[in-house]
């Protein structure tokens, strides 16, 4: 049975960092893409970035580009997403998801962990 569980959100002041983890369970991560999305109520949720091909490559959406990193440890079937610089604009619910090896933001999404709330205040 497929499982995510995001966490490590939390509330941070515009400039501050958070690393969020996503454990997955019932799959290897280092057979699929792993991405990071993030929603904020009353708009469609936004992809944030991939962790492809085992964690060979990452891909980000331009806005995060160079504040966000996305890595990925195989052995404890994590991901994490690293955010530095955080801005207000950021806030949102954080969520992995899980897409066929090179499918990338392409999808199918057939799984989604919980989520986890990122605030940034300015």
């Known amino acids: 049975q497929v499982q995510l569980v995001e966490s490590g959100g939390g509330s941070v002041q515009a400039g501050g960092s958070l690393r969020l983890s996503c454990v997955a369970s019932?799959?290897?991560?280092?057979?699929?893409?792993m991405n990071w999305f993030r929603q904020v109520p009353g708009k469609e949720r936004e992809w944030v970035g991939t962790s492809a091909t085992g964690g060979r490559s990452t891909y980000y959406r331009d806005s995060v580009r160079g504040r966000f990193t996305i890595s990925q440890d195989n052995a404890k079937n994590t991901v994490y997403l690293q955010m530095n610089s955080l801005k207000p604009e950021d806030t949102a619910m954080y969520y992995c998801?899980?897409?066929?090896?090179?499918?990338?933001?392409?999808?199918?999404?057939?799984?989604w962990g919980q989520g986890t709330q990122v605030t940034v205040s300015s």
């Open positions: 998801a899980p897409t066929p090896y090179g499918r990338g933001r392409l999808g199918p999404f057939n799984y």
């Open positions: 019932g799959f290897s991560i280092s057979s699929y893409d």
